[in-house]
């Protein structure tokens, strides 16, 4: 009696076993299909930094190989398939990485029985990540969903329908088990984001390519001692909610989001864009780059094109604050135009951007900036302290009262009036 567990191919069973990996960078030299936004070397800088983020995965040595195209039965010609067999030959290679999307089937058992290890593509490598990283519940419910369409294409056909039939059953009814659990979770996190918006808390999502940067901004911008950001591809999974005090006074709140990256499957991060809700309905969005990776304009390119995929509102388009991080290490980066650069080492550019974070939430929440005269520690006074963004308070010439600067939208100006 099959289990989903038997289901599983080999190439998502590896993430916890120590591996030395070679690493192969296609490219193709002409056609539609070549990559014209970025490198050859720098996808294959990338993939390595996807090997260094999986614990005992070590790349031993690469290779970039130049292709006509990658819809061939064996991947490669036939005089690439001998040098790359005496090339794993010669060294302790236990598996091979082919940075591609996603292999077919027929070209994975061929290259797995020519070469006698392991094949992976950038789909399972990520899988194996986004399994080795996730914390929470949601988190490996959300990676368990993302396998299914890739254990489903690794399902050798055979002449028993039946068979077949009871494998897909299988994938199916896991599917359906995982969606319900989900969609209860989901739930959850709506009364949440309720109960926030009752307070009328501003809130911003942080967004970008992976490992640019967010979770260190954050923790700059909040100073939570308790955040630990990691120097590896994928760290965060979970939507995470964190709260700052901005200037004139503004409560908001930071929505922390998982990272983008180019060349993946769209069945590998359409189970994770439902955590991207809060996103959806934040007042603004920073986009955090790290402009001291050398393919930063691609990676750019790549946020900005998936975000007009996920149907935000204009009102958030409009309010995109672009954040330059990690410029300490670009120090060309003199005329950023309209980037904000900032390091989150050095803390330069911080408190500047929390002024323009501030004045996109005075701009998103359409804000007016008003002098009420009130008594002071009355309960006008107590109300405004709690409700409102008070930027300064002076005394008034009755020493009784004081005068409060605030930020206010007009709907809790009418409700304080009304009390």
Known sequence: EETLKDLVPRSLRFAGTPHQVGIIQPRIKWGQKKVRISTPQMQLDEGISLINSLPGWTVIDSKIISLLSYEKKTFFNTGQLEIVKEWLQNEMFTSLFINIKSLKLEQVLFLEQYFHIPVFDRYSVIINIFKEHACTKEAK????LAEIPYISSRIRISSCETFIRKRF?????????????????????????????????????????TNAGKTSLIKCLTEETNLVPEDKLFATLDVTAHAVLLPYNIKALLIDTIGFITDIPTNLMEPFVATLEDAFMADAIIHVKDVSHPNHFAQELHVIETL????????????????G???????????????????????????????????????????????????????????????????????DKNPQYVL????????????????
Not at 141 to 144: K, N
Not at 311 to 322: G, P, Q, Y
């Open 141 to 144: 419910l959300q990676v368990a």
């Open 169 to 209: 059953h299988i994938l199916n009814d896991q599917k359906r088990k995982i969606v319900k659990t989900i969609a209860d979770l989901r739930k959850r996190r709506e009364l949440l984001r309720n109960k926030r918006r009752s307070q009328q808390l501003p809130t911003v999502a942080v967004m970008g390519y």
């Open 308 to 323: 007009k995929t996920l149907n935000l509102s204009n009102n958030i388009i409009e309010n995109i604050i672009t954040v």
């Open 325 to 395: 991080n990690k410029c300490d290490k670009a120090p060309m980066q003199k005329d950023a135009g309209s980037v904000h650069l900032v390091s989150c080492q050095t803390k330069y550019g911080i408190e500047d951007l929390k002024e323009i974070i501030a004045r996109t939430i005075i701009k998103a929440k359409d804000m007016m900036k008003i002098r009420i005269k009130v008594k002071s520690g009355g309960v006008e006074y107590k109300w405004l302290l709690k409700e409102c963004a008070v930027s300064e308070i002076s005394v």
């Open 404 to 419: 409060l600067d605030v930020f206010i939208t007009k709907s809790k100006f009418n409700k304080f009036k009304h009390e």
